[in-house]
Protein backbone atom coordinates (compact mmCIF):
# COMPACT_ATOMS: atom_id res chain seq x y z
CA UNK A 1 0.00 0.00 0.00
CA UNK A 2 1.07 3.57 -0.55
CA UNK A 3 0.55 6.49 0.20
CA UNK A 4 -0.38 9.87 -1.91
CA UNK A 5 -1.97 12.29 0.55
CA UNK A 6 -0.68 15.16 -1.42
CA UNK A 7 -0.08 14.10 -5.04
CA UNK A 8 -3.42 14.46 -7.86
CA UNK A 9 -5.73 11.44 -7.58
CA UNK A 10 -7.94 11.35 -11.19
CA UNK A 11 -10.96 9.03 -10.85
CA UNK A 12 -11.76 7.16 -14.35
CA UNK A 13 -15.16 8.05 -14.39
CA UNK A 14 -15.61 6.31 -17.86
CA UNK A 15 -15.01 2.53 -16.84
CA UNK A 16 -16.94 0.48 -15.10
CA UNK A 17 -14.96 -2.50 -12.85
CA UNK A 18 -17.99 -4.72 -12.50
CA UNK A 19 -17.12 -4.77 -16.89
CA UNK A 20 -14.34 -7.44 -17.72
CA UNK A 21 -13.54 -5.11 -20.10
CA UNK A 22 -13.00 -2.15 -17.96
CA UNK A 23 -11.57 -4.11 -15.14
CA UNK A 24 -8.34 -4.90 -17.73
CA UNK A 25 -8.67 -1.38 -19.10
CA UNK A 26 -8.26 0.19 -15.81
CA UNK A 27 -5.12 -1.81 -15.29
CA UNK A 28 -4.16 -1.46 -18.90
CA UNK A 29 -4.29 2.41 -17.40
CA UNK A 30 -2.02 1.78 -14.64
CA UNK A 31 0.90 -0.33 -16.49
CA UNK A 32 0.49 2.26 -19.53
CA UNK A 33 0.43 5.37 -17.22
CA UNK A 34 3.80 3.72 -15.70
CA UNK A 35 5.85 3.11 -18.92
CA UNK A 36 4.33 7.12 -19.94
CA UNK A 37 6.30 8.32 -16.92
CA UNK A 38 3.60 8.46 -13.61
CA UNK A 39 6.38 6.46 -11.95
CA UNK A 40 4.44 6.66 -9.14
CA UNK A 41 0.87 5.99 -10.27
CA UNK A 42 -1.19 3.82 -8.17
CA UNK A 43 -4.60 2.12 -8.91
CA UNK A 44 -7.35 1.91 -6.54
CA UNK A 45 -11.62 1.69 -6.51
CA UNK A 46 -14.34 3.61 -5.06
CA UNK A 47 -17.72 2.40 -4.77
CA UNK A 48 -20.47 4.96 -6.41
CA UNK A 49 -23.23 4.05 -9.07
CA UNK A 50 -20.54 1.04 -9.94
CA UNK A 51 -17.02 0.66 -8.54
CA UNK A 52 -14.99 3.26 -10.42
CA UNK A 53 -10.97 3.36 -10.44
CA UNK A 54 -9.20 5.95 -9.51
CA UNK A 55 -5.63 6.71 -10.36
CA UNK A 56 -3.28 8.26 -7.25
CA UNK A 57 -0.26 9.04 -7.75
CA UNK A 58 0.53 11.02 -10.51
CA UNK A 59 2.51 14.14 -11.27
CA UNK A 60 -0.59 16.08 -12.94
CA UNK A 61 -4.40 17.20 -12.35
CA UNK A 62 -4.89 17.86 -16.21
CA UNK A 63 -6.82 15.08 -17.87
CA UNK A 64 -5.83 16.13 -21.44
CA UNK A 65 -2.50 16.36 -20.45
CA UNK A 66 -2.97 12.61 -18.92
CA UNK A 67 -4.31 11.40 -22.06
CA UNK A 68 -1.83 12.61 -24.24
CA UNK A 69 0.87 10.76 -22.14
CA UNK A 70 -1.04 7.17 -22.44
CA UNK A 71 -1.36 7.91 -26.20
CA UNK A 72 2.16 8.32 -26.80
CA UNK A 73 2.75 4.97 -24.73
CA UNK A 74 0.10 3.35 -26.23
CA UNK A 75 1.74 3.93 -29.69
CA UNK A 76 4.57 2.37 -30.04
CA UNK A 77 7.21 2.32 -32.41
CA UNK A 78 6.68 4.24 -35.96
CA UNK A 79 6.13 2.19 -38.68
CA UNK A 80 7.27 3.22 -41.97
CA UNK A 81 4.62 3.33 -44.92
CA UNK A 82 7.55 1.17 -46.67
CA UNK A 83 7.69 -1.58 -44.03
CA UNK A 84 3.78 -1.94 -43.80
CA UNK A 85 3.34 -2.44 -47.51
CA UNK A 86 6.19 -5.35 -47.29
CA UNK A 87 4.19 -6.72 -44.12
CA UNK A 88 0.84 -6.94 -46.61
CA UNK A 89 2.83 -8.13 -49.80
CA UNK A 90 4.46 -10.92 -47.84
CA UNK A 91 1.11 -12.00 -45.52
CA UNK A 92 -0.45 -11.76 -48.77
CA UNK A 93 2.05 -14.42 -50.63
CA UNK A 94 1.71 -17.11 -47.22
CA UNK A 95 -1.93 -16.89 -46.83
CA UNK A 96 -2.08 -18.06 -50.81
CA UNK A 97 0.67 -20.23 -49.89
CA UNK A 98 -1.49 -21.67 -47.38
CA UNK A 99 -4.50 -22.28 -49.41
CA UNK A 100 -2.61 -23.92 -52.01
CA UNK A 101 -1.66 -26.55 -49.56
CA UNK A 102 -5.24 -26.62 -48.16
CA UNK A 103 -6.78 -27.38 -52.08
CA UNK A 104 -4.51 -29.78 -52.75
CA UNK A 105 -5.32 -31.99 -49.76
CA UNK A 106 -9.04 -31.50 -50.64
CA UNK A 107 -8.51 -32.66 -53.96
CA UNK A 108 -6.40 -35.71 -53.48
CA UNK A 109 -9.06 -36.52 -50.02
CA UNK A 110 -11.61 -36.11 -53.26
CA UNK A 111 -9.92 -38.69 -55.75
CA UNK A 112 -10.45 -41.06 -52.42
CA UNK A 113 -7.39 -43.58 -53.37
CA UNK A 114 -7.43 -46.60 -51.57
CA UNK A 115 -3.94 -47.85 -51.46
CA UNK A 116 -1.86 -46.22 -48.46
CA UNK A 117 0.86 -46.06 -50.99
CA UNK A 118 -1.15 -44.56 -53.62
CA UNK A 119 -1.95 -41.64 -50.99
CA UNK A 120 1.37 -41.15 -49.69
CA UNK A 121 3.33 -41.00 -52.59
CA UNK A 122 0.32 -38.11 -54.18
CA UNK A 123 1.28 -36.06 -50.42
CA UNK A 124 4.80 -36.31 -51.37
CA UNK A 125 4.48 -35.54 -55.14
CA UNK A 126 1.72 -32.91 -55.04
CA UNK A 127 1.63 -31.54 -51.21
CA UNK A 128 4.84 -31.36 -49.81
CA UNK A 129 6.41 -29.25 -52.02
CA UNK A 130 3.31 -26.82 -51.51
CA UNK A 131 4.26 -27.25 -47.97
CA UNK A 132 7.77 -26.22 -48.05
CA UNK A 133 6.54 -23.28 -50.06
CA UNK A 134 4.02 -22.47 -47.50
CA UNK A 135 7.08 -22.31 -44.87
CA UNK A 136 9.57 -20.29 -46.65
CA UNK A 137 6.65 -17.76 -46.91
CA UNK A 138 5.78 -17.92 -43.52
CA UNK A 139 9.19 -17.10 -43.04
CA UNK A 140 9.63 -14.12 -45.22
CA UNK A 141 6.06 -12.81 -43.49
CA UNK A 142 7.33 -13.02 -40.25
CA UNK A 143 10.62 -10.94 -41.33
CA UNK A 144 8.77 -8.60 -43.02
CA UNK A 145 6.23 -8.52 -40.12
CA UNK A 146 8.94 -7.91 -37.45
CA UNK A 147 9.63 -4.55 -39.38
CA UNK A 148 5.90 -3.50 -39.12
CA UNK A 149 4.71 -3.90 -35.77
CA UNK A 150 4.66 -0.86 -32.84
CA UNK A 151 5.86 -3.49 -30.42
CA UNK A 152 8.44 -6.37 -30.30
CA UNK A 153 5.64 -9.35 -29.30
CA UNK A 154 3.58 -8.68 -31.89
CA UNK A 155 6.33 -10.17 -34.17
CA UNK A 156 5.37 -13.45 -32.83
CA UNK A 157 2.40 -13.69 -36.11
CA UNK A 158 -0.84 -12.78 -36.46
CA UNK A 159 -1.95 -15.27 -33.77
CA UNK A 160 -0.81 -16.91 -30.92
CA UNK A 161 -0.21 -19.98 -32.74
CA UNK A 162 3.78 -20.10 -32.85
CA UNK A 163 5.65 -23.68 -31.99
CA UNK A 164 6.95 -24.11 -28.52
CA UNK A 165 10.22 -23.68 -30.83
CA UNK A 166 9.68 -20.38 -32.11
CA UNK A 167 8.32 -18.99 -28.65
CA UNK A 168 11.67 -20.05 -27.06
CA UNK A 169 13.29 -18.40 -29.61
CA UNK A 170 11.70 -14.94 -29.04
CA UNK A 171 11.89 -14.99 -25.79
CA UNK A 172 15.73 -15.77 -26.10
CA UNK A 173 16.19 -13.08 -28.63
CA UNK A 174 14.71 -10.92 -26.00
CA UNK A 175 15.80 -11.48 -23.05
CA UNK A 176 19.37 -11.14 -24.56
CA UNK A 177 18.65 -7.66 -25.50
CA UNK A 178 18.37 -5.33 -22.01
CA UNK A 179 16.20 -2.40 -23.52
CA UNK A 180 12.51 -1.68 -22.04
CA UNK A 181 10.93 -2.85 -25.25
CA UNK A 182 12.29 -5.87 -24.76
CA UNK A 183 11.63 -6.50 -21.10
CA UNK A 184 8.13 -5.18 -22.04
CA UNK A 185 7.96 -8.11 -24.81
CA UNK A 186 9.35 -10.84 -22.45
CA UNK A 187 6.41 -9.84 -19.86
CA UNK A 188 3.81 -10.09 -22.52
CA UNK A 189 5.07 -13.55 -23.94
CA UNK A 190 4.65 -14.84 -20.51
CA UNK A 191 1.19 -13.96 -20.68
CA UNK A 192 0.31 -15.35 -23.97
CA UNK A 193 1.35 -18.98 -22.96
CA UNK A 194 4.11 -21.53 -22.45
CA UNK A 195 6.68 -23.54 -23.98
CA UNK A 196 5.59 -26.35 -21.96
CA UNK A 197 2.70 -26.81 -22.71
CA UNK A 198 1.16 -27.56 -26.44
CA UNK A 199 -1.70 -28.07 -27.90
CA UNK A 200 -2.67 -31.77 -29.18
CA UNK A 201 -1.55 -32.81 -32.50
CA UNK A 202 1.65 -35.26 -34.40
CA UNK A 203 5.17 -34.86 -34.02
CA UNK A 204 7.19 -33.81 -31.44
CA UNK A 205 5.78 -31.11 -28.63
CA UNK A 206 8.63 -28.15 -29.93
CA UNK A 207 6.62 -28.65 -32.90
CA UNK A 208 3.33 -27.81 -32.21
CA UNK A 209 1.25 -24.97 -31.55
CA UNK A 210 2.04 -23.28 -28.12
CA UNK A 211 -1.74 -23.24 -25.73
CA UNK A 212 -2.63 -19.96 -25.94
CA UNK A 213 -4.09 -17.89 -22.95
CA UNK A 214 -7.78 -18.14 -22.36
CA UNK A 215 -8.11 -14.36 -22.86
CA UNK A 216 -7.73 -15.20 -26.62
CA UNK A 217 -10.61 -15.10 -27.54
CA UNK A 218 -10.38 -14.22 -31.36
CA UNK A 219 -8.75 -17.35 -33.39
CA UNK A 220 -9.47 -16.43 -36.54
CA UNK A 221 -13.17 -16.54 -37.13
CA UNK A 222 -14.49 -13.83 -39.35
CA UNK A 223 -11.00 -12.48 -40.03
CA UNK A 224 -9.92 -12.00 -36.82
CA UNK A 225 -6.61 -12.75 -35.05
CA UNK A 226 -5.73 -12.26 -31.94
CA UNK A 227 -2.18 -10.04 -32.22
CA UNK A 228 -3.36 -8.94 -35.90
CA UNK A 229 -5.99 -7.11 -33.79
CA UNK A 230 -3.77 -5.32 -31.54
CA UNK A 231 -1.52 -4.30 -34.36
CA UNK A 232 -4.31 -2.45 -35.71
CA UNK A 233 -5.80 -1.28 -32.72
CA UNK A 234 -2.52 0.24 -32.36
CA UNK A 235 -2.70 2.52 -35.60
CA UNK A 236 -6.23 3.61 -34.00
CA UNK A 237 -4.70 5.50 -30.74
CA UNK A 238 -5.23 9.41 -30.50
CA UNK A 239 -5.59 11.42 -27.03
CA UNK A 240 -9.34 12.46 -27.83
CA UNK A 241 -9.96 8.38 -27.59
CA UNK A 242 -8.50 7.51 -24.66
CA UNK A 243 -10.19 10.52 -22.89
CA UNK A 244 -13.37 9.34 -24.04
CA UNK A 245 -12.71 5.44 -22.48
CA UNK A 246 -11.27 6.84 -19.17
CA UNK A 247 -14.01 9.59 -18.30
CA UNK A 248 -16.95 9.32 -20.73
CA UNK A 249 -19.61 7.04 -20.85
CA UNK A 250 -18.69 4.39 -23.76
CA UNK A 251 -20.83 5.35 -26.66
CA UNK A 252 -19.55 1.99 -28.84
CA UNK A 253 -19.26 3.68 -31.92
CA UNK A 254 -16.04 1.83 -32.90
CA UNK A 255 -16.52 -0.53 -35.30
CA UNK A 256 -14.94 -3.77 -35.76
CA UNK A 257 -11.04 -4.62 -33.79
CA UNK A 258 -12.36 -5.84 -30.63
CA UNK A 259 -11.18 -8.01 -28.28
CA UNK A 260 -14.50 -9.65 -27.59
CA UNK A 261 -13.60 -8.95 -23.73
CA UNK A 262 -17.01 -7.36 -23.20
CA UNK A 263 -20.01 -9.32 -22.60
CA UNK A 264 -22.39 -6.88 -24.43
CA UNK A 265 -20.79 -7.99 -27.42
CA UNK A 266 -22.14 -11.54 -27.03
CA UNK A 267 -24.37 -11.45 -30.30
CA UNK A 268 -26.71 -14.45 -31.08
CA UNK A 269 -29.59 -14.56 -33.50
CA UNK A 270 -31.91 -15.66 -30.88
CA UNK A 271 -31.87 -12.68 -28.88
CA UNK A 272 -31.94 -10.02 -32.22
CA UNK A 273 -34.14 -8.78 -34.71
CA UNK A 274 -31.00 -8.44 -37.35
CA UNK A 275 -28.62 -10.59 -37.96
CA UNK A 276 -24.92 -9.84 -36.06
CA UNK A 277 -23.11 -9.84 -39.12
CA UNK A 278 -25.43 -6.89 -40.78
CA UNK A 279 -24.62 -4.98 -37.94
CA UNK A 280 -20.65 -5.65 -37.41
CA UNK A 281 -19.13 -5.60 -33.99
CA UNK A 282 -19.40 -1.81 -32.38
CA UNK A 283 -17.07 -1.47 -29.30
CA UNK A 284 -14.42 0.88 -28.06
CA UNK A 285 -10.97 0.96 -29.49
CA UNK A 286 -8.64 2.31 -26.29
CA UNK A 287 -10.74 0.18 -24.13
CA UNK A 288 -9.49 -2.74 -26.26
CA UNK A 289 -6.05 -1.42 -26.69
CA UNK A 290 -5.77 -0.60 -22.78
CA UNK A 291 -7.14 -4.03 -21.73
CA UNK A 292 -4.66 -5.70 -24.08
CA UNK A 293 -2.06 -3.50 -21.97
CA UNK A 294 -3.29 -5.33 -18.60
CA UNK A 295 -2.37 -8.33 -19.85
CA UNK A 296 1.42 -7.73 -18.44
CA UNK A 297 -0.30 -8.58 -15.06
CA UNK A 298 -1.32 -11.99 -16.19
CA UNK A 299 1.20 -14.81 -16.83
CA UNK A 300 0.85 -17.95 -17.75
CA UNK A 301 2.78 -21.03 -15.93
CA UNK A 302 2.61 -24.79 -16.85
CA UNK A 303 0.97 -26.53 -14.26
CA UNK A 304 -0.10 -30.50 -13.80
CA UNK A 305 -3.50 -29.39 -15.44
CA UNK A 306 -1.76 -27.95 -18.08
CA UNK A 307 -1.28 -24.35 -18.70
CA UNK A 308 -2.53 -22.29 -15.72
CA UNK A 309 -2.98 -18.16 -16.33
CA UNK A 310 -2.96 -15.98 -13.64
CA UNK A 311 -6.76 -15.13 -12.19
CA UNK A 312 -8.06 -18.10 -14.15
CA UNK A 313 -10.01 -21.20 -13.12
CA UNK A 314 -12.42 -24.19 -14.07
CA UNK A 315 -15.49 -24.21 -12.67
CA UNK A 316 -17.80 -26.94 -13.54
CA UNK A 317 -16.31 -27.64 -15.99
CA UNK A 318 -16.16 -24.39 -17.05
CA UNK A 319 -13.61 -22.07 -17.84
CA UNK A 320 -13.90 -18.66 -15.01
CA UNK A 321 -12.18 -15.40 -14.73
CA UNK A 322 -12.05 -13.92 -11.16
CA UNK A 323 -10.87 -10.41 -10.57
CA UNK A 324 -11.01 -8.80 -6.93
CA UNK A 325 -11.68 -5.01 -6.28
CA UNK A 326 -9.70 -2.72 -3.33
CA UNK A 327 -10.01 0.08 -2.02
CA UNK A 328 -6.62 1.10 -0.76
CA UNK A 329 -3.37 2.85 -4.04
CA UNK A 330 -1.93 0.01 -5.38
CA UNK A 331 1.21 -0.41 -7.41
CA UNK A 332 1.35 -2.78 -10.58
CA UNK A 333 3.57 -5.25 -8.06
CA UNK A 334 0.97 -5.45 -5.63
CA UNK A 335 -2.02 -5.71 -8.15
CA UNK A 336 -0.33 -8.81 -10.03
CA UNK A 337 0.43 -10.27 -6.30
CA UNK A 338 -3.42 -9.44 -5.75
CA UNK A 339 -4.33 -11.40 -8.45
CA UNK A 340 -2.66 -14.69 -7.97
CA UNK A 341 -3.97 -14.65 -4.45
CA UNK A 342 -5.11 -18.38 -3.84
CA UNK A 343 -8.42 -16.84 -1.65
CA UNK A 344 -9.83 -15.84 -5.06
CA UNK A 345 -9.81 -19.16 -6.63
CA UNK A 346 -11.70 -20.92 -3.66
CA UNK A 347 -15.33 -22.78 -4.16
CA UNK A 348 -16.74 -20.57 -0.85
CA UNK A 349 -14.81 -17.23 -0.60
CA UNK A 350 -13.62 -16.53 2.57
CA UNK A 351 -15.22 -12.80 3.24
CA UNK A 352 -12.81 -12.32 6.23
CA UNK A 353 -9.78 -13.21 4.67
CA UNK A 354 -10.41 -11.68 1.39
CA UNK A 355 -11.42 -8.39 3.49
CA UNK A 356 -7.56 -7.93 5.75
CA UNK A 357 -6.30 -8.44 2.65
CA UNK A 358 -8.37 -4.79 1.60
CA UNK A 359 -10.31 -6.68 -1.29
CA UNK A 360 -13.85 -4.72 -0.65
CA UNK A 361 -15.52 -7.16 -3.44
CA UNK A 362 -14.68 -10.18 -6.36
CA UNK A 363 -16.54 -10.52 -9.46
CA UNK A 364 -16.28 -13.35 -11.92
CA UNK A 365 -17.42 -13.86 -15.46
CA UNK A 366 -17.24 -17.04 -17.71
CA UNK A 367 -15.62 -17.27 -21.03
CA UNK A 368 -18.59 -18.96 -22.70
CA UNK A 369 -18.53 -20.49 -26.78
CA UNK A 370 -21.22 -20.36 -29.03
CA UNK A 371 -22.18 -22.60 -30.89
CA UNK A 372 -20.92 -24.96 -28.12
CA UNK A 373 -19.72 -27.53 -31.09
CA UNK A 374 -18.19 -27.07 -34.54
CA UNK A 375 -15.47 -25.63 -36.04
CA UNK A 376 -16.92 -22.08 -36.12
CA UNK A 377 -17.77 -20.10 -33.43
CA UNK A 378 -17.44 -17.24 -31.28
CA UNK A 379 -16.12 -16.85 -27.21
CA UNK A 380 -16.98 -14.31 -25.09
CA UNK A 381 -17.42 -13.33 -21.31
CA UNK A 382 -20.53 -13.90 -19.71
CA UNK A 383 -22.24 -11.08 -17.98
CA UNK A 384 -20.40 -10.66 -14.68
CA UNK A 385 -21.76 -11.80 -11.72
CA UNK A 386 -20.37 -10.61 -7.94
CA UNK A 387 -19.18 -13.47 -5.41
CA UNK A 388 -18.50 -11.11 -2.31
Known amino acids: MTSHANSPSMPLDGIDGTNPLGFLA ?31 GLTTEDKDELCQRLAIALKGKDVSPDAETKRKAAQDAYEQARTAVKKEKEKIKKEKLRK ?110 FLDTVRQLQGKVTSDGVRQTLFEPWNYRDKGLSMRWDPIEDKRYALMDTKPADDGTRTVWMANLLAY ?37 AAPELVGTMLQL ?29 PPRGASYKLNFSPARQLL
Open 26 to 56: ALGTLVVARQAGESTACLRWQQGRTWIPVLD
Open 116 to 225: KEDRDKAYQERVLPLDNDATIRRNEWLAALKEAVPRLELALGARIDCTAREYREHVEEFIQSHDRASREAVQYLAAFGSDACTEDGKGAPEERAIEATPFCFIRGSGNQN
Open 293 to 329: RALALFPCAPTHQGLGTTAWAKVDGEEEFRWPLWEFA
Open 342 to 370: RELGQDQLDRAALSRRGIAAVFRARRIRF
